[in-house]
């Protein structure tokens, strides 16, 4: 199962058992005191007589409640969707049972029916919230023509108008769907946000896991290749000493064929191999051919230039930068992007001064939809608008594992951001309205008509220092 997989399962089943039975346990003790402590507050304090008994009796069901769940199941357990939502319908009977002993509506703790329906929109599913939602103003509604008078110790009946009943019931039904819906909102904003971080964790995770295996293939083929070549030597003299010896001289030609072949093996590992000072550093073109590299082979051309020229056709030494798995994949997610959606052409234009590096990667397709693009780079915002042809969708699903979540693009954003970039996103001529820097990329007469991601440094973040350049690249034992 890919990461991607095992993000998409976890998000399809994120309300099964999350909720701790301790979690409600606790929470129902607490209703509980506070009952307890209202109701004798109520009788000794107020003067007001509540049935006594039969509210104690519906406060003890609680405790009943508790204590059996208790006995049968750990604090530990965590509850299924099923068993929360019955819980929390458990805690809203009792509650409207004792809001009907304690004068309905007259009693200002009515509000407290606002309670199951907020904690389910955190917690449960849409299904189980709007239950729960409808049984609250239902009890609402009940409660204003059924319910117990509130009567003082000299017999007075305390009873608010009936416009306040009716103003305090419109607020409850108000409340219910005003809280399920904030809460349900915020707690789905935070959960993306969550999912989403845990992608990007995971994407970093992978590129750094690369490196390293990479780098050990390249340190491998470094270190072994000299005493393969002492082996191929050795064997070649001890050959041609055993010419006249059919059987021996069979056994050193297998011998050399076998380190010939073990010194391709190394060779072909160690193409991807980033251990060497020389390869961790590396011109800024080389480290966007790296990123690219993935997305050149799906029928798109890929264009990278430096000051508006091929690189090929450039002149001059440029900036050595880290080959941080951060840049290298940050870019690499949004050259996937701009392939996915391009009709035929990616440009990728980098420029730079004594101070800034810039790289704008731009395409030729229908760009980024207007109302979006100050949304582009939060998780699970689809990046481009209605009007992509299908077969283009699914041809970026196909080749590039485009996903059209958002994701992309947010993982990416929130690598480069790490290493101190600042992002922005634009269309075709809009490019000219996107950042203020001083550097922008000179595009000449081929230029990007579609959707473009300008990425800013400061070049004294991600450029490496003289020291760090002029590092020696490692010992190569001398052959003897």
Not at 179 to 208: G, P, Q, S
Not at 242 to 267: G, S, W
Not at 359 to 374: M, R, T, Y
Not at 433 to 462: C, F, H, N, Y
């Amino acid at each position: 199962m890919t990461t991607d997989d095992a993000i998409q399962d976890f998000s399809v089943r994120r309300s099964d058992r999350w909720i701790r039975l301790r979690t409600l346990l606790t929470l129902r003790w607490m209703t509980v005191g506070g009952q307890l402590a209202a109701v004798l507050i109520a009788e000794l304090t107020i003067g007001l007589r509540p049935p006594l008994e039969l509210c104690f009796a519906t406060i003890s069901a609680s405790v009943w409640f508790n204590v059996v769940a208790t006995l049968i199941h750990p604090a530990s357990k965590r509850l299924s969707e099923r068993e929360a939502m019955l819980s929390m319908l458990f805690d809203l009977t009792q509650l409207s049972f004792l809001l009907a002993l304690t004068g309905g509506l007259n009693n200002p703790f009515a509000l407290l029916l606002l309670t199951p329906v907020t904690i389910s929109a955190t917690i449960l599913t849409l299904r189980s919230t709007v239950i729960l939602g409808a049984l609250s103003v239902l009890a609402a509604t009940v409660l204003v023509f059924h319910h117990a008078p509130l009567t003082f110790s000299n017999g007075e009946v305390f009873s608010l108008p009936d416009l306040f009943i009716d103003g305090y019931w419109a607020a409850i039904t108000v409340g219910v769907i005003f809280l399920a819906v904030y809460a349900r909102r915020v707690t789905e904003e935070i959960h993306a946000m969550n999912l989403a971080l845990a992608a990007t964790h995971a994407a970093l995770e992978r590129e750094r896991r690369l490196e390293a295996i990479g780098g050990l293939a390249a340190a491998a083929a470094h270190e072994l290749g000299t005493p393969l070549a002492t082996i191929k030597l050795a064997s070649a003299e001890l050959a041609r000493e055993l010419a006249d010896k059919p059987e021996a001289y069979e056994d050193l030609e297998l011998i050399r064929k076998q380190a010939n072949r073990c010194r391709e093996i190394l060779a072909d590992m160690s193409r991807g191999g980033r251990d060497d000072a020389h390869i961790k550093l590396a011109p800024i073109s080389a480290v966007v051919d790296e990123a690219a590299e993935p997305h050149a082979m799906l029928g798109k051309e890929i264009i990278v230039r430096v000051g508006g020229q091929l690189v090929e056709d450039t002149r001059g030494e440029q900036p050595m930068v880290r080959r941080d798995p951060e840049i290298v994949h940050g870019l690499r997610n949004f050259i996937q992007n701009a392939v996915g959606f391009a009709e035929s052409k990616v440009w990728v234009d980098i420029d730079y001064d004594d101070e800034t590096l810039k790289i704008a990667i731009g395409d030729d397709g229908p760009g980024f939809p207007g109302e979006l693009i100050d949304r582009l780079g939060d998780p699970y915002v689809t990046t481009r608008g209605r009007g992509v042809r299908r077969a283009q969708t699914e041809g970026a699903r196909r080749d590039g594992g485009y996903q059209g979540m958002g994701l992309g693009l947010f993982i990416a954003k929130t690598l480069l951001q790490r290493t101190g970039a600042k992002i922005s996103f634009a269309n075709g001529i809009q490019r000219r309205k996107m950042s203020r820097a001083r550097v922008r990329p000179q595009l000449g007469p081929d230029q990007p008509t579609g959707a473009i991601v300008e990425i800013t440094w400061p070049l004294s973040r991600l450029a490496a220092s003289k020291l760090e350049s002029r590092k020696p690249l490692g010992i190569n034992l001398p052959f003897s």
